[in-house]
C-alpha cells in the first residue's frame, strides 16, 4: 500500500494540555527545579505527568512520555510489576527506587506526528490509569 | 502553533510493509502467519530471533511492536529484570508463565508512521537486543 498523508503536528506542552483538554482531561503546565516544563494532569482521577523529551545523546529519538505512580499494594511490588507488563501492550510497570509502582507510556517521534497519534496515546494513557 | 502540515506516513503499516523495511535494515525477516491466521515477520538480527507484528489489525493498527524471549539461565532475576526496565526507554522485560525473560516494545501508531521512524525504531530495537 502506497504512504498516505496525515495531518502532522510538533509534540509541545501547550499542544499535549490541549488534547488533554479535548479527551476532557484536567492539566496544567508546571516546571521542573531545573526549569524543564512538563504537564501535571489528572487522568481518570489518577495524578500524572507529561513530558516532551527531546532526543539527546543516549536517546537520539524523542519521546512524548506519562508517568504515574502509585503506593505499594499488598502484592509484591515486583510480582505485580511484571504482571503488569506481561499483560498490557503499550505501558510498562517498574519500581521506582522510593518503592512507588512507576507507569510509564513513551511514543518516540524524529519530527513531527500524527495529531491523531498523540490523540490515541491521550487515550492509551487513560485505559492504563483505569486499569491500575 | 504545533500545527507542521501533512507528511507521508504508512497508514496503516501493513506487516509486509515492516518486513520490507527490516530487509532493508539489514534485518532477516520473513512473514509469516499464527495458526488462526494473523500476520507477523519472523526476524533475525545479529544472530538473535524475535517476532514483529502490528497490534491491531490491519484495519485499525495501534502499535508496531516486538517481542523476543530468552531462557532464564543467564542469571536475571527480579531486581535484574526491574534495574534494566527502570534504565532503559523504549522496551521492558518480563518473565513468562514459563520462566523464560520476554523483551517486548510496542510503538504506538495510530494515525500512521513514517519510513524513517519505522527504520529509527529498528535501529532502537535491535540496540536494546544487544543489551541483552
Redesign the interface.
Known amino acids: 500500500m502506497p504512504l498516505g498523508r496525515a495531518r502532522v503536528v510538533e509534540p509541545t506542552v501547550p499542544l499535549m494540555l490541549a488534547l488533554l483538554a479535548e479527551r476532557g482531561h484536567a492539566g496544567a503546565p508546571a516546571a521542573l527545579d531545573d526549569g524543564t516544563p512538563y504537564i501535571k494532569a489528572d487522568v481518570n482521577d489518577r495524578v500524572c505527568s507529561v513530558v516532551i523529551q527531546p532526543p539527546n545523546e543516549e536517546y537520539p529519538l524523542g519521546g512524548v512520555q506519562f508517568y504515574a505512580w502509585f503506593d505499594p499494594a499488598a502484592e509484591p511490588l515486583l510480582e505485580q510489576a511484571n504482571r503488569w507488563n506481561a499483560d498490557h501492550l503499550f505501558v510498562k510497570a517498574s519500581v521506582s527506587d522510593n518503592g512507588k509502582l512507576e507507569l510509564a507510556l513513551d511514543m518516540p517521534f524524529d519530527g513531527p506526528v500524527p495529531r491523531d497519534g498523540l490523540l490515541q496515546l491521550v487515550d492509551l494513557w487513560a485505559a492504563a490509569m483505569d486499569a491500575i | ?12 503499516l ?1 506487516v509486509h ?1 515492516l518486513a520490507a523495511l527490516m530487509a532493508e535494515a539489514g534485518h532477516q525477516a520473513a512473514v509469516s502467519r499464527t495458526d488462526d491466521g494473523t500476520a507477523y515477520v519472523d526476524a533475525t538480527v545479529d544472530d538473535v530471533r524475535y517476532l514483529a507484528y502490528v ?1 491491531g489489525g490491519a484495519d485499525a493498527p ?2 508496531l ?1 516486538f517481542s523476543a524471549t530468552f531462557r532464564r539461565d543467564d542469571g536475571l532475576g ?2 535484574a ?2 534495574a534494566w ?2 534504565a532503559r ?2 522496551a ?6 514459563d520462566g523464560d525473560v ?1 523483551v ?1 516494545w ?12 519505522v527504520l ?2 529498528l535501529d ?1 530495537w535491535r540496540h536494546r537486543l544487544g543489551e541483552l
Open positions: 502553533m504545533s500545527d507542521a502540515g501533512e507528511a507521508e506516513v504508512y497508514a496503516p501493513t510493509e497490534a495501534e502499535g511492536c527480579d531486581d529484570i526491574n526496565n527502570g526507554r523504549f521492558r522485560l518480563h518473565l513468562t508463565e520476554r517486548e510496542a510503538v504506538p501508531i495510530g494515525g500512521g508512521i513514517s519510513r524513517a521512524l529509527a525504531c532502537v
